[in-house]
């Protein structure tokens, strides 16, 4: 079993999305996958790439659309396949979609699986293949964990930043470099920026869909339902500012793909 396989047979990823931080970021990323979403569902197909437990697959499958999602974690999938959605269920690695076919989809949804390629040559296998199955012009949603937010949550908080610059898992400029065996991939906005220029993505813009949320846990779940509404709101009108992006926990890129 792979480490991610026994992380997520351990993590309850159903129920992530569905508390008040996750909630944030879940509501300011259909926000955003709506904006490139027609107003009739015929035809528009869409692909999500590391589904998960079928958060996005399920809720874009109800609104109509012709939905397709693909996940590495058997445990994952077995969740998304209880729902009995009108979803269409594949097992399989982001870096071979093989099974599905070129030029196909009109929108591709890639949430998962950055989070923990660790290689250029992994992160670019796998953007190719979303490329290939997306059609020309159509767009892709790639998600990405972002540095700081480790460094500040995981290092600082918790007591470990002097024994991770002594491994060599951070550098000194507290960049996280975690190694192949470890679970995540965190990037900087220069990471982002260089990745799309060696895979040949044009973006159309880029937002944080969780903010400031993932600190803000305790506060969030304290809120009554008008005050947590209005941050959800306040997330969604400075999800693209510039001096926010890094600051949360995920990134989204919203890309065109140009074949």
């Known amino acids: 079993m792979t480490p991610i396989e026994k992380y997520y047979n351990k993590h309850k990823e159903d129920h992530r999305l569905t508390t008040r931080h996750g909630m944030?970021?879940?509501?300011?990323?259909?926000?955003?996958?709506?904006?490139?979403?027609?107003?009739h569902t015929e035809d528009f197909k869409i692909a999500d790439i590391g589904a998960g437990t079928g958060r996005y697959s399920v809720a874009l499958?109800?609104?109509g659309y012709d939905v397709t999602a693909v996940e590495l974690v058997k445990h994952n999938l077995e969740i998304l396949e209880s729902k009995?959605?009108?979803?269409?269920?594949?097992?399989?690695d982001a870096r071979d979609l093989s099974f599905l076919p070129d030029n196909t989809f009109d929108l591709t949804i890639f949430f998962g699986p950055l989070y923990h390629l660790h290689s250029d040559e992994d992160r670019l296998?796998?953007?190719?293949?979303?490329?290939?199955?997306?059609?020309?012009?159509?767009?892709?949603?790639?998600?990405?964990?972002m540095n700081d937010y480790s460094v500040i949550t995981y290092c600082f908080r918790e007591e470990r930043m002097n024994g991770l610059f002594e491994t060599g898992h951070i550098d000194d400029t507290f960049h996280v470099r975690p190694s192949e065996e470890e679970l995540y991939e965190y990037v900087r906005l220069e990471d982002v920026d260089r990745l799309n220029s060696l895979a040949g993505l044009e973006r159309i813009k880029i937002f944080s869909p969780d903010g400031p949320s993932d600190y803000?846990?305790?506060?969030?779940?304290?809120?009554?339902?008008?005050?947590?509404?209005?941050?959800?709101?306040?997330?969604?009108?400075?999800?693209?500012?510039?001096?926010?992006?890094?600051?949360?926990?995920?990134?989204?890129d919203i890309l065109r793909v140009r074949k």
């Not at 944030?24 to 107003?39: A, G, N």
Request: glycine share 4%; proline share 5%; with cysteine.
């Open 61 to 63: 499958a109800n609104e």
């Open 125 to 145: 296998n796998a953007f190719s293949e979303v490329k290939r199955i997306t059609k020309p012009d159509g767009i892709i949603l790639a998600a990405y964990v």
């Open 84 to 92: 009995h959605a009108k979803v269409k269920c594949w097992p399989g």
């Open 24 to 39: 944030v970021e879940y509501l300011v990323s259909m926000k955003y996958i709506h904006d490139y979403l027609p107003e």
């Open 216 to 252: 803000m846990r305790r506060e969030l779940n304290a809120m009554s339902e008008e005050t947590f509404s209005r941050f959800v709101r306040y997330q969604m009108v400075n999800a693209e500012r510039p001096e926010l992006l890094g600051a949360g926990s995920h990134l989204v």
